[in-house]
């Protein structure tokens, strides 16, 4: 059995839990079909894990479809979803050719960052076929607008846009929606908003899925890792630590408060 978007559906329905990890090649690709990782994505990340860069923006969607092609060589069971690196939604027109060749390069869904500007580049896409999550809160590759890697939505002001926004790109045919660092009490409105499965990171528990980078939970990566990051590496097989990161997201033990970032109240 295959995971698609129906598959993510009927577990939101059913008020399960589901676990996504990034993905880069066909050896992890196999291990995340052995765990049955609900999803992948070859995530721009790659560029600080893989390419040895200090933000994801020198990523390309060269770079995107060369490992999106690796993995699914070998995912037989996860729904893989590749991300829009950075400007290749600078407008409609080159999100539809991006996302053509990130699904010919099969992808079974494109993840590209931003807020309601969004909206008629996801209806474009939709309308010919391709499945889209939207990703909003912290867009890494708005860093430098952002002025770093800090927690968003957390004036009452920010995070009602942030809902509307993410309630519009439903609207305009959002498959999934991911947040990304905003405060648990936020999530937890957007998630009570919501029709389609909300997948989060650094977003507290209020979610239907969790999402990390598969080198952050395996204590790869030299560094301080953010705070939403559990090791799940240690004294583990990797096949154990990421099986073990996907059962802790379904029982809801991860992510926990020492995870999670508070709102004003």
Known sequence: MSVTIATLNKLKRENRKFACLTCYDSSFGQVMSDAEIEVVLIGDTLGMVIQGHNSTL?????????????VASSCSYSLIMADMPFMSARTVESSMDSAMQLMQAGAH???????????????ALKQNGVPVCAHLGLTPQSVHA????????????????????????????????????????????LHASLSVPLIGIGAGPNCDGQILVTYDILDLPPGKKPKFVK???SNHSILAAISQYKQEVQDGTYPGPEHSFLGAS
């Open 58 to 70: 020198p990523v390309t969607v060269d770079n995107i479809c060369y490992h999106t092609k690796a």
């Open 109 to 123: 869904m494109v993840k590209i960052e931003g807020s309601d500007w969004l909206i008629p580049h996801v209806k």
């Open 146 to 189: 952002l002025s770093g890697f800090k927690v968003q939505a957390k004036q009452d002001s920010a995070a009602n846009h942030l809902i509307n926004a993410a309630l519009q790109l439903e609207k305009a045919g959002a498959d999934l929606i991911l947040v990304e660092c905003i405060p648990t009490n936020v999530t937890e409105k």
């Open 231 to 233: 090791n799940y590496g």
